[in-house]
């Protein structure tokens, strides 16, 4: 089985750009996620996308964004990118949102590290 | 609010020593999940463990064993006779169940297991 697949890899951009990272969660999940990994601040939630439909979102500016596809897969675009937005990019996939309905765990791909300069 | 400390930003050790990871948590919900993952150099976040507020039976799986305590409102982490290959970034997370998948994770701890 396939894991949680980011493309792409590495990524560098220069300040002002915008840029779309891809997810590909795993078969059969319907939730995927979105955090945003740096020395300072740590991992921070961005937002959570689950059929189609953004389920909750983080403490981010607007320019952060993302959407979902109805085969589950999802982007997150940065618009107007600052040096700030340099970080690893994970997200991760879950069968179902929430706990309750047998989540056990959540899948992190790889990540995306982007570059701004 | 919901938060985690890891108090504990870097820890080194020689093999065969056991170690323990400390975990501080604080949200008012009653029902609410926490998580423990490793970050090895590749990057991707490795699942460790799940425990629910409701159940505190510690859990020990090989050299790993966890004790979470609602008293304290801590959920540590030991690694016994630790190995070269547990040096990794290790992150502690809480979840509230009405918050989707969202994860709250602690700054982490950065383990270094020398030979």
């Known amino acids: 089985k396939a894991g949680v697949t980011q493309t792409p890899r590495y990524l560098i951009k220069t300040r002002g750009q915008q840029v779309t990272l891809s997810c590909s969660p795993i078969?059969?999940?319907?939730?995927v996620s979105w955090y945003q990994q740096t020395p300072g601040q740590g991992l921070q939630f961005l937002f959570e996308?689950?059929?189609?439909?953004q389920r909750n979102k983080g403490n981010f500016p607007g320019r952060f964004s993302g959407r979902q596809f109805s085969n589950s897969r999802s982007e997150m675009n940065v618009s107007t990118l600052e040096l700030g937005d340099s970080a690893l990019y994970l997200c991760?996939?879950?069968?179902?949102?929430?706990w309750g309905w047998g989540n056990t765990e959540a899948f992190f791909g790889q990540g995306t590290r982007l570059t701004v300069v | 609010a919901q938060k985690v400390t890891q108090a504990q930003t870097e820890i080194s050790v020689v093999e065969k020593e056991d170690v323990t990871l400390d975990c501080v948590y604080e949200?008012?919900?009653?029902?609410?999940?926490l998580f423990w993952y490793k970050q090895p150099p590749s990057g991707e976040l490795v699942f460790l463990i799940r425990?629910?507020?409701?159940?505190?039976q510690n859990e020990i799986s090989g050299r790993y064993s966890w004790n979470f305590q609602k008293s304290t409102s801590s959920f540590n982490f030991t690694i016994t006779a630790s190995q070269v290959v547990d040096s990794a970034v290790y992150f502690c997370?809480?979840?509230?169940?009405?918050?989707?998948?969202?994860?709250?994770f602690g700054k982490g701890t950065t383990l270094s297991v020398s030979s």
């Open positions: 991760a996939s879950s069968p179902q949102t929430g």
């Open positions: 997370a809480l979840t509230l169940n009405q918050a989707g998948t969202a994860l709250i």
């Open positions: 078969s059969g999940h319907r939730s």
């Open positions: 996308y689950f059929s189609e439909t």
């Open positions: 425990r629910n507020s409701f159940d505190e």
């Open positions: 949200t008012r919900d009653t029902t609410y999940y």
